[in-house]
């Protein structure tokens, strides 16, 4: 069950009908009404998270083509019994390494190139090992409905690191995980994560 409350998923439902909307529509009047939905969609965003209308909607107005879930790749690296987390510079909180995955970039790559980036450590990516949608599992509301992809990953070398979006990279073993940046990391996502590494052979978890 999604952790959204109902107007955050009203005004990405419009937010989406909007988009795709613009993105086929060729008739003048129909553009119209999908210009006045994102609207609506930058208003009910605006009042449920205090934010200024103008920024909703100019985030509104940049994105284009069909809408999808957006895709987040996250490393999962243990040594010993221990999970690799990094501090991250906007909180002062903790967090698996990860982020956005780049177009022409496959998700393997991605994530490791985001634990070198925001780590140091050089990583192979070996398994899926889970694929999450954001709003089910603690995470707080966000105005994008996302998708996280949970890898698996070999240490190959590297020395840990600083960056402009990390502080520092460290071990945690599971009862000893620090404060989490809950928009990134949970401690729900963490546990199942535990579970992975306590069951080589447990299948894919997903949604």
Not at 8 to 32: D, K, V
Not at 82 to 105: H, Q, S, Y
Not at 154 to 166: F, K, L, N, Q, V
Request: aromatic share 12%; net charge negative; hydrophobic share 40%.
């Amino acid at each position: 069950m999604s952790n959204s409350p109902k107007w955050l998923e009203w005004a990405q439902r419009l937010q989406a009908l909007s988009q795709s909307g613009l993105t086929y529509s060729t008739n003048p009047f129909e553009i119209e009404r999908y210009h006045a939905i994102s609207d609506i969609a930058a208003e009910i965003s605006a009042c449920g998270c205090d934010a200024p209308f103008e920024v909703i909607k100019t985030v509104f107005d940049q994105q284009s083509g069909y809408a999808t879930p957006k895709v987040d790749v996250r490393g999962v690296v243990f040594k010993g019994e221990k999970i690799l987390l990094v501090k991250e510079a906007a909180d002062g909180l903790w967090t698996l390494p990860g982020g956005w995955v780049d177009v022409d970039e496959p998700p393997s790559e991605a994530v490791e190139r985001e634990v070198r980036e925001e780590s140091g450590y050089i990583v192979k990516a070996r398994k899926l090992l889970a694929v999450l949608d954001r709003r089910r599992h603690g995470h707080p509301a966000y105005i994008f409905h996302i998708y996280r992809m949970y890898f698996l990953c070999d240490w190959i070398g590297g020395e840990p690191a600083t960056s402009i979006e990390t502080q520092g990279a460290e071990y945690f073993g599971e009862n000893e995980i620090p404060e989490l940046s809950l928009a990134r990391t949970t401690p729900e996502v963490l546990a199942i994560l535990f579970r992975h590494f306590n069951e080589p052979d447990r299948p894919t978890d997903f949604d």
